[in-house]
C-alpha cells in the first residue's frame, strides 16, 4: 500500500514536470516579450520600491 501510494506521488510529479515543459514551451515567446519589455522600461511598480 505505501509502495503504491509512493508509486502514484512519483507518476503525478513526472506529470507535472512534463506539463511545465509544454507550458514553458507553450508560452516561451510570450515570456520573452515580457522579459525584454521590463529590460528596457522597468518593472511597473519600480518607482514605488524603498529598497
Do not use: P
Request: some cysteine; charged content about 55%.
Amino acid at each position: 500500500m505505501k509502495r503504491d501510494k509512493e508509486l502514484v506521488k512519483q507518476i503525478k510529479l513526472e506529470d507535472m514536470k512534463i506539463k511545465e515543459k509544454i507550458w514553458l514551451k507553450e508560452n516561451k515567446e510570450a515570456i520573452d516579450k515580457q522579459n525584454e519589455r521590463i529590460k528596457k522600461h522597468g518593472c511597473f511598480s519600480d518607482e514605488h520600491r524603498r529598497f
